[in-house]
């Protein structure tokens, strides 16, 4: 996956964990807590989607990369450049 | 002959879950959406664990723990099971004091607390502010040295009125006391103080019937009268269980018992390493309650004084005589036909703290006037706030620490699980048998429904992780990590 791709990705787990919410104008450098609703059990969510969809590990030392889309993308990058 | 409780149960499981608390639902519908094969299985006739109802003659129902839980638990409800659950949950606006330091009624929040503790305590704004945004910050990477009663001596040094505002209806809510890591105080506090008090309305029978068609229909196997007698090991891990005498296989089992019985007996020491041990041993059970059902006669009816009082003659918050027998600290939870929409009804349940050995070490004849002492206390204490009500009452009956223990099986009957060192445990549990997952009330902060579902959402997270492991690799090394959350989820 493209870094463009990974972050279409994560949008669209955002988008069912948190339905409310208006992601059109979502800015990718800034934290997404700063822009959503989102508690710590919604990035549990996204990590349990990302194994799910994806196979991809998030340890929960790492939960501070997944803070902006941008980091999200970077992070999780060589992670998924297979897939 | 006796009944077949598991016919038709499969030979093996992905996971099993022992105990249908919500939080043992709650996984086992998690673990069911990842596509995994789930066997709920419940020693009870009734699935809910605490979140439990029961009916009596007279159309009487009573509920044990209906009222009620942070505004979070709609967000929750939605996420974990459904938006129809979720939309049935609704705000209790009246919330009553009565105690020998103050008298009024609020709605549980911030707002209206601000508004109290201002101009009925006189306390400055600005203290106000800084203790609510301070017990909101608070996570767990704080120190958790830091006591509840040290929080409050730094915000409201010598205001025991104030002190028993803040902490007695957590008391009720958690068992908490002054002496626990104020977190447990904190992150509770702050989440009822966002936007108040909820419950469900349908009441818990409505919810547990909902809960249970939606595992059915995402095709959990659910059994009752399902006991579980030991957890199977082999090399190490997790197997399966004995349930009923009968051998069932499953690669991962996450147990909604009680941590201690969980550790002690479905285990067994022997297949524990000594520091472990050690650690479980310190791990103290969070005390126990007692309970009075009262029931209003079908035609009569009360006139609303509020869903919950709190109301007490003991001059000052103390943990110890709230849990004792000669208790006058006590929450009344008012239960009127709009708990259950169509019904002319009404019911009101008292809760009180109790300490479980103040109750088992007593004679039968003893726990009989014990427990008529305990009803005429609760009904007369009543008939002061709502003269007339005890001839309107046709059925009263009361549980006990005892009660506690019969049905959900908790060592010493432990009504809200763990103290704080019990989440490291519990959360730790497969680091010393693989496969092997806790989830259930612990550690003050992970009780309470919102609490409990949230934590079975966390533990599923921790099965799924497990189960998509290459099973063949060897049991993990023991290691401490801190837990996973990093705020609230009571």
């Known amino acids: 996956m493209t870094n463009d791709q990974i972050k279409q990705a994560v949008l669209q787990i955002i988008s069912v964990i948190a339905p409310d919410e208006d992601l059109s104008r979502l800015k990718s450098d800034v934290a997404l807590r700063e822009q959503l609703e989102l508690d710590s059990m919604d990035f549990l969510d996204i990590v349990m989607e990302l194994r799910k969809r994806y196979k991809v590990e998030v340890p929960e030392a790492d939960y501070g990369h997944l803070a902006s889309l941008d980091s999200c993308a970077t992070y999780l990058e060589p992670k998924l450049k297979d897939k | ?146 006591t509840t009663r040290e929080l409050f001596e730094r915000y409201f040094p010598g205001r025991p009125d104030v002190w028993r505002l803040l902490m007695e209806p957590i008391a009720y809510a958690n068992g908490s006391t002054l002496d626990d890591p104020a977190i447990t105080f904190g992150i509770v506090f702050s989440n009822f103080m966002s936007k108040g008090v909820y419950t469900f309305q349908g009441g818990t029978d409505k919810l547990i019937t909902k809960m249970k068609a939606t595992l059915k229909a995402n095709k959990v196997d659910l059994r009752h009268h399902a006991l579980v007698e030991k957890v199977l090991l082999e090399q190490g891990r997790v197997a399966g269980v004995v349930c009923n005498g009968r051998t069932i296989r499953a690669k991962s089992v996450l147990s909604n018992a009680n941590l201690k019985s969980t550790i002690h007996k479905l285990v067994g020491d022997e297949h524990f390493s000594p520091e472990f041990l050690r650690e479980a041993a310190a791990v103290r059970l969070n005390s126990s309650s007692c309970q009075v059902y009262m029931g209003v006669r079908k035609g009569e009816s009360i006139p609303y004084v509020g869903d919950l009082f709190f109301t007490s003659t003991h001059p000052e918050f103390d943990t110890e005589a709230l849990n004792s027998m000669a208790v006058t600290s006590r929450t009344y939870s008012f ?99 693989g496969g092997l997952f806790h989830a259930g009330s612990v550690g003050i902060i992970m009780s309470g429904w919102l609490g409990a579902i949230n934590y079975g959402v966390i533990m599923a997270n921790e099965v799924d992780k497990y189960l998509r492991q290459d099973v063949a690799v060897p049991a993990p090394v023991r290691e401490e990590t801190p837990p996973a959350m990093s705020e609230s989820h009571v």
């Open chain 2, 1 to 146: 002959m006796t009944r077949d409780w598991l016919k038709g149960v499969k030979d093996e499981y992905d996971a099993i879950i022992i105990g249908s608390g919500l939080a043992g639902m709650t996984a086992a519908n998690r673990l069911a959406t990842c596509g995994y094969s789930v066997l709920l299985l419940e020693h009870h006739y009734n699935f809910g664990g605490m979140a439990t109802w029961f009916k009596r003659k007279g159309g009487h129902i009573f509920d044990i723990s209906l009222h009620g839980f942070p505004i979070g638990m709609i967000k929750t409800c939605r996420k974990y099971w459904s938006a129809d659950i979720a939309e049935s949950i609704v705000q209790l606006k009246g919330i009553r004091f009565d105690n020998p330091q103050f008298s009024f009624t609020t709605s549980f929040d911030r707002a209206d607390f601000t508004d109290k503790l201002v101009n009925h305590f006189k306390i400055p704004a600005d203290t106000v502010e800084e203790f609510f945004k301070f017990a909101r910050g608070m996570n767990f990477y704080d120190d958790q040295k830091i």
């Open chain 2, 335 to 433: 239960y009127y036909p709009d708990t259950r929409p169509g019904s002319d009804r009404y019911a009101i349940v008292c809760s009180t703290n109790a300490n479980y050995a103040d109750w088992i070490t007593l004679s039968e004849e003893d726990y009989r006037r014990e427990k008529d002492k305990l009803i005429k206390g609760v009904v007369d204490t009543l008939e002061r706030y709502l003269p007339g009500v005890s001839a309107k009452i046709d059925h009263l009956e009361a549980s006990t620490p005892r009660t506690f223990e019969y049905y959900t099986r908790h060592m010493a009957g432990a009504s809200f699980g763990t103290k704080f060192e019990g989440l490291k445990i519990s959360q730790n549990l497969s680091k010393a048998i």
